[in-house]
């Protein structure tokens, strides 16, 4: 199997700094960069729409959140099933999608419980609590992506 352009600079950077990782756990990391580069991508996107729906449109965090989060989920499905996760082919399509979907919108529940918290119990600014929540949610969807789909 031919090296993608992740691997094969991956290799070249553990060569010049004289790194040996055993197979498995070079796909893993090689594995976590390619979810930080799809999530940091669809982060963009997210943080982006929910910008213009909060800051710009003056349409409620909540909701904000919700439609942000949802076109960013569109984006991250199509790139995490391409070209991050070795996604399990004896499972039917459909079913991969609806999981990805499902621990999505797990997610999408605690970003939810997580901005409640910090934008109306404790006060803090909106945007903010939106960074604190990706991050959290972030280690979630890596670990139960890789769980589920693979």
Not at 29 to 57: E, M, P, R, S, Y
Not at 58 to 85: E, G, P
Not at 110 to 122: F, P, R, S, Y
Request: glycine share 4%; hydrophobic share 60%; charged share 20%.
């Amino acid at each position: 199997m031919e090296k993608d352009k992740v691997e094969w600079l991956f290799d070249k950077v553990c060569n010049i700094l004289h790194l040996k990782f055993k197979s498995k756990t070079r796909k893993l990391l090689i594995q976590i960069f390619k979810f930080g580069v799809v999530g940091v991508i669809a982060t963009l996107i997210d943080w982006f729409v929910f910008f213009i729906a909060n800051d710009i449109l003056h349409i409620y965090y909540i909701i904000s959140a919700i439609l942000s989060f949802t076109i960013s989920v569109i984006y991250n499905y199509i790139a995490s099933i391409k070209w991050v996760f070795d996604v399990n082919k004896e499972k039917d399509p459909k079913k991969n999608f609806v999981i990805f979907i499902v621990l999505s919108i797990v997610g999408l529940i605690l970003t939810l419980i997580i901005m409640k918290i910090g934008v109306d119990i404790l006060g803090i600014n909106a945007m903010f609590m939106k960074i604190i929540s990706t991050a959290i949610v972030m280690i979630f969807n890596f670990v139960t992506r890789k769980m589920f789909l693979e």
